[in-house]
T-cell receptor
Framework: QKEVEQNSGPLSVPEGAIASLNCTYS??????FFWYRQYSGKSPELIMS????GDKEDGRFTAQLNKASQYVSLLIRDSQPSDSATYLC????????????FGKGNQVVVIP | DTGVSQDPRHKITKRGQNVTFRCDPI?????LYWYRQTLGQGPEFLTY????????KSRLLSDRFSAERPKGSFSTLEIQRTEQGDSAMYLC??????????????FGPGTRLTVL
């Protein structure tokens, strides 16, 4: 079982719509969770961090965490063409080394 | 506050050559990480420093790979006897942390390595 899984294929959404991305993780002791955005050929850029169950909102982005189900999600409201990118879910594996385990990412294409 | 910087941004080398990459973390960040990313995959952890101490190495980091952070500031990653399979984006990240599990890591622009 992979540490972090993002199974959805490319997601195409019309401009102004909501994009929904999902991520599951395997280790119940994980304590912190991150969403990074990565444009083609660029490095990951932090969008959101979340540590507690529930929702966390930042502008057009909302992260949701459910530790019981080992599930993290990201909603992008009022999607813009500039949101077209790959979104990486990352989980801090703890155990004293703080390494991040990443999913393979979900590509989002916002259609004007 | 300047971000994480990496040098060079691109490196093309021939198989069998040695290459060295440099990473300068965000000032006052005590933790520094190296990751490797290949096309279509998420970044994979390579190694982690807290100050000058290398605390964790992935099994992905073969004997041909070595990393240092001699004064707890910048770090270098060296690959000896490069192979075509080493072609990837090498990412450096830094964070500030005391305990465990909640650091936020900020990534540099990466070094893209192509081994011919």
């Amino acid at each position: 079982q992979k540490e972090v899984e993002q199974n959805s294929g490319p997601l195409s959404v019309p401009e102004g719509a909501i994009a929904s991305l999902n991520c599951t993780y395997s280790d119940r002791v994980s304590q912190s969770f991150f969403w990074y955005r990565q444009y083609s050929g660029k490095s990951p850029e932090l969008i959101m961090s979340i540590y507690s169950n529930g929702d966390k909102e930042d502008g057009r982005f909302t992260a949701q965490l459910n530790k019981a189900s080992q599930y993290v999600s990201l909603l992008i409201r009022d999607s813009q063409p500039s949101d077209s990118a790959t979104y990486l879910c990352a989980v801090n594996m703890g155990y004293g080394n703080n390494r991040l385990a990443f999913g393979k990412g979900n590509q989002v294409v916002v259609i004007p | 506050d300047t971000g994480v910087s990496q040098d060079p941004r691109h490196k093309i080398t021939k198989r069998g050559q040695n290459v060295t990459f440099r990473c300068d973390p965000i000032s006052e960040h005590n933790r520094l990480y190296w990751y490797r990313q290949t096309l279509g995959q998420g970044p994979e952890f390579l190694t982690y420093f807290q100050n000058e101490a290398q605390l964790e190495k992935s099994r992905l980091l073969s004997d041909r790979f070595s990393a240092e952070r001699p004064k707890g500031s910048f770090s270098t990653l060296e690959i000896q006897r490069t192979e075509q399979g080493d072609s990837a984006m090498y990412l450096c990240a830094s964070s500030y942390g005391i305990g465990g599990g909640t650091d936020t890591q900020y990534f540099g622009p990466g070094t893209r390595l192509t081994v011919l």
